[in-house]
């Protein structure tokens, strides 16, 4: 297994969709909990490769070209989440309505996307950038330290000092992981 990391692409946007269904349970894979499995890769992972103030990088596997895990995330949050509110969720309302979603994790995704969540000042005056990170299970290992240290070498030359995460507080080996590189909870 010969992995590089290089700088996300728009073109990368089916393989980060599809490795956020595949994580979206919680580390596991969220394809039983949708008719719809685009939806995660539509809310997490496919904006940052396509909205302003957005960034990522990706996992290639080098024989196969393949990729297989990324990080992405925006280095000015509020102008991201007002780009998207403004831009893409609505668009995306319309494409994916409540009315015709029959299972829970569908509607959720749906709902998200009209009323997209408002974050506590106490998260922003920590840092304005945020991150989302997903790597395929056989990559796990080594590698999410790797995209870590990536991001934070290219967020440094930005003049960024901090950053972020949501996570789902189900998923123990994400928090421990998390835990060990430094992260911290903040406060709300």
Same mark, same amino acid.
């Given at each position: 297994? &010969? +992995?590089?990391?290089?700088? %996300? @692409?728009?073109?990368?946007?089916?393989?980060? $969709? !599809?490795?956020? /269904? =595949?994580?979206?349970?919680?580390?596991?894979?969220?394809?039983?909990?949708?008719?719809?499995?685009? @939806?995660?890769? =539509? +809310?997490?992972?496919?904006?940052?490769?396509? @909205?302003?103030?957005?960034?990522?990088? #990706?996992?290639?596997?080098?024989?196969?070209?393949?990729? +297989?895990?990324?990080?992405?995330?925006?280095?000015?949050?509020?102008?991201?989440?007002?780009?998207?509110?403004?831009?893409?969720?609505?668009?995306?309302?319309?494409?994916?309505?409540?009315? #015709?979603?029959?299972?829970? %994790?569908?509607?959720?995704?749906?709902?998200?996307? !009209?009323?997209?969540?408002?974050?506590?000042?106490? &998260?922003?005056?920590?840092?304005?950038?945020? @991150?989302?990170?997903?790597?395929?299970?056989?990559?796990?290992?080594?590698?999410?330290?790797? /995209?870590?240290?990536?991001?934070?070498?290219? =967020?440094?030359?930005?003049?960024?000092?901090?950053?972020? =995460?949501?996570?789902?507080?189900?998923? #123990?080996?994400?928090?421990?992981?998390?835990?060990?590189?430094?992260? !911290? $909870?903040?406060?709300?």
């Amino acid at each position: 297994m &010969t +992995v590089k990391i290089r700088p %996300a @692409l728009p073109q990368d946007a089916a393989a980060l $969709s !599809r490795i956020c /269904l =595949l994580t979206a349970d919680a580390g596991q894979s969220a394809e039983h909990l949708h008719d719809f499995p685009e @939806l995660p890769g =539509l +809310v997490w992972a496919v904006p940052y490769v396509q @909205l302003p103030t957005t960034w990522g990088f #990706v996992m290639e596997e080098e024989s196969s070209g393949e990729v +297989v895990g990324y990080i992405v995330g925006s280095t000015d949050t509020p102008a991201y989440e007002k780009y998207a509110a403004e831009n893409l969720w609505p668009v995306l309302s319309e494409r994916y309505p409540v009315s #015709v979603m029959t299972k829970p %994790a569908d509607q959720h995704y749906a709902k998200l996307l !009209r009323k997209f969540r408002v974050l506590p000042d106490t &998260t922003l005056a920590f840092s304005p950038a945020h @991150l989302h990170i997903d790597i395929l299970g056989s990559y796990q290992v080594g590698w999410g330290r790797k /995209l870590i240290q990536t991001a934070v070498e290219y =967020l440094s030359g930005e003049g960024i000092d901090g950053i972020w =995460l949501v996570m789902n507080p189900t998923n #123990v080996n994400a928090r421990k992981f998390y835990e060990k590189l430094g992260f !911290r $909870s903040i406060e709300i």
